[in-house]
C-alpha cells in the first residue's frame, strides 16, 4: 500500500466516524433535517427491536421526530465503533459497515404540573442499550447511510428498580 492510499483510508475511516457521530447528536438534538441528510437517498432505518418502525428515511425522520417528543432529554452513547470496509476504490458506491454498541439514557416528559412545584427533573428514568449495525455508503455527497439496524438488548425504567431512600424506608418499616 503506498501512502496516498494509507492516507486516503484514514480520511475515509475519519469520515464514517464523524457520521456516526452526527447521526446520535441530531438524534439527541432533535434536528431531524440534519439526519434526514445523513441518508443516502435510498436510505432504510429498521428500529423495530426496540419497539419502532422499519422504513425509507424519510418515514423514519417523520416517525422519530414524533415520538422523540416524549424524551426531551436523550445522550446516545456509540462506543466500540468496529469499521471495515467492502472493497475501497475511493469512488462513489465504496461501501463501509459499522458495528457499535450503544447505551442511551433519556428522560420522559413531565407532566404540566410538575412545573408548578418548581421542581425540575433531570436524571433520566429510561435507559436503553444494545448495537447498531450502520452500512454507508460514497456518495458524491460523501458518506452517507444506506441502512442502519438497531438491536436492542436491553431497557430499563426507573420505576423498575427501588431508589436507594425507598430502600431504607422500607427496610425501617420492618
Known amino acids: ?3 496516498r492510499v494509507e492516507l486516503a483510508a484514514v480520511i475515509d475511516r ?3 466516524d464523524a457520521l456516526i457521530t452526527e447521526y446520535a447528536v441530531a438524534v439527541d438534538d432533535g434536528d431531524w433535517t440534519a439526519y434526514r441528510q445523513l441518508f443516502a437517498p435510498s ?3 429498521d428500529y423495530r427491536s426496540a419497539g419502532g418502525i422499519e422504513g ?3 418515514e423514519i425522520t417523520a416517525w422519530l421526530a414524533e415520538t422523540m417528543r416524549m424524551f426531551p432529554m436523550r445522550q446516545h452513547l456509540i462506543t466500540n465503533r468496529r469499521l471495515e470496509f467492502g472493497t475501497l476504490e475511493q469512488d462513489i458506491d465504496d461501501i463501509a459497515r459499522v458495528q457499535a454498541d450503544y447505551v442511551n439514557p433519556m428522560r420522559f416528559a413531565q407532566p404540566a404540573d410538575s412545573a408548578a412545584t418548581g421542581e425540575r427533573a433531570t436524571a433520566p428514568d429510561f435507559i436503553c442499550g444494545g ?3 450502520f452500512t454507508l455508503v460514497r456518495t458524491d455527497s460523501g ?3 444506506r441502512q442502519v439496524v438497531v438491536t ?3 431497557r430499563r425504567l426507573a420505576d423498575e428498580r427501588q431508589r436507594p431512600q425507598e430502600r431504607r424506608a422500607a427496610a425501617s418499616d420492618t
Do not use: N, P, S
Open 131 to 133: 448495537r447498531y449495525a
Open 143 to 145: 458518506w452517507r447511510l
Open 43 to 45: 436510505g432504510r432505518a
Open 1 to 3: 500500500m503506498t501512502q
Open 14 to 16: 475519519l469520515a464514517v
Open 152 to 154: 436492542e438488548k436491553w
Open 56 to 58: 425509507g428515511a424519510d
